[in-house]
């Protein structure tokens, strides 16, 4: 009997090492896969915001040029610099949030000369701003009442819009949304693989 509650004690104090060692690597190996989850899913949320960011500013930008536009061409009388302080913060935010992104390897390059692109979101994002510009061009050329809109499109006598400038405007904005649309699909591309990978 002496011998089998020896041979149970053994057998109890091998288990007992056995558990505690592998508990011993087990443990901090399972934190570390935690630790590394979370991290992962820490930085996907953030790579998550930071395109929304890009969404929300470039969703403004044009909101803001669309109702300058329907403004300047409804005859409403708009200064050409009035609408200039709001139109500078949303380009800004569109550079900033573009330039959030370097973080994730989105490299863009703010610029509107077709020579610096060198990606299709790119080339999304400096079509984007070129029309934006020429938008921003002809809609204070035809406020600010008189000779030339900017962009080589005189307006006509007594405050009338001519119908090539009315025409090079809708071109630009159409432009500007075809051009934020295939941004945005990119940018919800890699939304959409974010909330497939880690459940945001």
Known sequence: MADVAAVYGLVGAVGGALLGGTATFAVPMLQNRYAD???RQSRAEAKFNRLMALRKATR???RLLDEECASVLAGRGVGPDAAWPALQAALDAVGQAADDLAIDGLHFTLSTSSREVHSPENRCLALLLRH???VSGLVRGIGDGGGETGTGVPRRAHGAVRQETVLQLTQEMSGLK?????????????MDGLRDEHRL
């Open 37 to 39: 989850r979370a991290r």
């Open 60 to 62: 403004e930008l044009v």
């Open 132 to 134: 934006a510009y020429n």
């Open 178 to 190: 075809q051009a934020r649309a295939s941004l945005m699909d990119f940018a919800f591309d890699h």
